[in-house]
């Protein structure tokens, strides 16, 4: 089990380019996160998943899209960077039944310059 | 309005002693609490939770105490070891999905 990964580790954008961040999962879970992570702060939720096909807005949505088209993956997408999201980006899953307990991916650090 | 707080940036301890993390929140209706460590270039990983119907969780060396009436939760680390040192986080889950919101971190260093 690789549990979860993300692509890629590390990226460095211009203002107003845009990327795509993919997480996937291989433990079949339901829940599936994306957070940001800024320094000197704790995690905050972007947006977040419930199961295939579905998406939900979190803390701050803004700048983000997301789409979850197969239970595995959850891509976050930037259409236009802007210098405020420069981040670590940590996305996380969970089996959603009857457990609270998120995993997380080792995270991408991107800087948009 | 930060709902979970996290009060010491850092903390420094000698290793075998006790090493106490604190988190205090503000929202009534949190049911549940997860501790998250944290090294450095990795993702948070689960290291102990709670119940709010519950008081006290053990697990090994790491004991997380509640006190509902005061908001107010502690980590408790004995002996700390080195490899204890990361950022430790306190986040409830809420909402229909459970998103986690976490508190600020303490950075715990355990000086050999």
């Known amino acids: 089990n690789a549990g979860v990964t993300q692509t890629p580790k590390f990226r460095v954008l211009k203002t107003g380019q845009s990327m795509t961040l993919l997480c996937a999962q291989d433990?079949?879970?339901?829940?599936m996160y994306w957070y940001r992570q800024d320094p000197g702060m704790g995690l905050r939720l972007i947006h977040y998943?419930?199961?295939?096909?579905?998406?939900a807005k979190g803390e701050v949505p803004d700048g983000y899209n997301v789409s979850r088209l197969k239970k595995q993956n959850f891509l976050l997408g930037l259409e236009s960077a802007a210098p405020s999201q420069t981040s670590v980006y940590f996305c996380?899953?969970?089996?959603?039944?009857?457990?609270?307990?998120?995993?997380f991916g080792p995270g991408t650090r991107l800087t948009v310059l | 309005d930060q709902q979970v707080k996290q009060n010491s940036p850092s903390l420094s301890v000698q290793e075998g002693r006790i090493s106490i993390l604190n988190c205090d929140y503000t929202n009534s209706m949190f049911d549940y609490f997860l501790w998250y460590k944290k090294y450095p270039a990795e993702g948070p990983t689960f290291l102990i939770s709670?119940?709010?119907?519950?008081d006290k969780n053990e697990d090994g060396r790491f004991t997380v105490f509640l006190n509902k009436s005061a908001k107010h939760l502690s980590l408790h680390i004995v002996p700390s070891q080195p490899g204890d040192s990361a950022v430790y986080f306190c986040a409830p889950p809420s909402g229909s999905a459970r998103q986690l919101t976490f508190g600020s971190g303490t950075q715990l260093t355990v000086l050999p």
């Open positions: 433990m079949n879970h339901e829940y």
């Open positions: 998943s419930v199961g295939e096909g579905t998406t």
């Open positions: 709670i119940s709010s119907i519950k």
């Open positions: 996380a899953s969970r089996r959603g039944v009857y457990t609270d307990t998120q995993y």
